[in-house]
Nanobody, 116 residues
Framework: QVRLVESGGGLVQAGGSLRLSCATS????????MGWYRQAPGKQRELVAT???????NYAASAKGRFTISRDNAKNTVYLQMNSLKPEDTGVYYC??????????WGQGIQVTVSS
């Protein structure tokens, strides 16, 4: 079973930056899509950003211009650079690997808290 482990979360003031990492025990070059999702308290999990095996990225409207997703296939790691953080970015951030249709893996999640 493939494991995904997130790191880099924490508490930051509004306007600050964090870099999340997602290290996998699988080979991410085999994944169709790698992504970051977040779940705010009392809300459903939502997409933040994805990146395809070909390097094409996609962002939620709220993340565009502030967040950057990247992948290092040699390290089997995906990153999410988050700049200009806002209190509404607070939540648990999850890493996802979409290996093939209907087969995906999730990390355990990591807390990001942005104070105003």
């Amino acid at each position: 079973q493939v494991r995904l482990v997130e790191s880099g979360g924490g508490l930051v003031q509004a306007g600050g930056s964090l870099r999340l990492s997602c290290a996998t025990s699988g080979t991410i070059s085999n994944a169709n899509v790698m992504g970051w999702y977040r779940q705010a308290p009392g809300k459903q999990r939502e997409l933040v950003a994805t990146i395809t095996s070909g390097g094409r990225s996609n962002y939620a409207a709220s993340a565009k211009g502030r967040f950057t997703i990247s992948r290092d296939n040699a390290k089997n790691t995906v990153y999410l650079q988050m700049n200009s953080l806002k209190p509404e970015d607070t939540g648990v951030y999850y890493c996802n690997a979409d290996w093939s249709p209907g087969i995906s893996s999730w990390g355990q999640g990591i807390q990001v808290t942005v104070s105003s």
